[in-house]
């Protein structure tokens, strides 16, 4: 079973920032996709950030301007650059991995921007 691996969650106070990343193992195949979602309590799961393996991003208009993709192909993960943190920001992070053989979905990290 593929197994996606998040890290980079946590506390942080307005204005901060945070980077998370997340993992797929060298076995997962060619990665065409990768994007980054977050949920809420109460709240659908919703978009916030993608990457295409010829690294076109594409991002909610909630985040242009303070979050940044990329990715390392090289190890196989790709991060998320959250910058000027909200406390709407707040969430669980997911991170989506596409490739041939499937769809996978990370375990989720969480965000907290609170003073």
């Known amino acids: 079973q593929v197994q996606l691996v998040e890290s980079g969650g946590g506390l942080v106070q307005p204005g901060g920032s945070l980077r998370l990343s997340c993992a797929a193992p060298?076995?997962?195949?060619?990665?065409?996709?990768t994007g980054w979602y977050r949920q809420a309590p109460g709240n659908e799961r919703e978009f916030v950030a993608e990457?295409?393996?010829?690294?076109?991003?594409n991002y909610a208009p909630s985040v242009v301007g303070r979050f940044t993709i990329s990715k390392d192909n090289a190890k196989n993960t790709v991060y998320l650059q959250m910058n000027s943190l909200k406390p709407e920001d707040t969430a669980v992070y997911y991170c989506n991995v596409r490739t041939l053989g499937g769809a996978y979905w990370g375990q989720g990290t969480q965000v907290t921007v609170s003073s």
């Open positions: 060298g076995s997962i195949g060619s990665i065409y996709y």
């Open positions: 990457i295409n393996r010829g690294g076109t991003t």
